[in-house]
């Protein structure tokens, strides 16, 4: 069963850029039709699906970032990054990190989610 992982550094000053890391464990993030998910919750909102790297390195972005979120990965760690740039206040969230083995079939792993403040 695919587990993950998510590390971050907690706070972050406003104009610089964001960086996660997301391992996985207990599979490879090239099993074919996987993807991986960056999602956030802001304080007292809902759930934000930011983008995904597919199993074959296909990425897919919310446009409502305004082109700030980068995705990638590394196949020989099985992990995948998101980068998010110029970030603001209203960046301040719990990041997830999620897979779904499936397209249109839903989570089946979720991280337990990292918290980051964006604040001088």
């Known amino acids: 069963q695919v587990q993950l992982q998510e590390s971050g550094p907690g706070l972050v000053k406003p104009s610089q850029t964001l960086s996660l890391n997301c391992v996985v464990s207990?599979?490879?993030?090239?099993?074919?039709?996987?993807?991986w998910t960056w999602i956030r919750q802001p304080p007292g909102k809902g759930l934000e699906w930011m983008g995904a790297?597919?199993?074959?390195?296909?990425?897919y972005y919310n446009t409502s970032l305004n082109s700030r979120a980068f995705i990638s990965r590394d196949t020989s760690k099985d992990q995948f990054s998101l980068q998010l740039s110029s970030v603001t206040p209203e960046d301040t969230a719990v990041y997830y990190c999620a897979a779904a083995s499936a397209p249109g079939t839903g989570f089946d792993a979720w991280g337990q989610g990292t918290t980051v403040t964006v604040s001088s």
């Open positions: 790297i597919t199993f074959d390195g296909t990425t």
């Open positions: 207990g599979g490879s993030i090239t099993t074919s039709y996987y993807s």
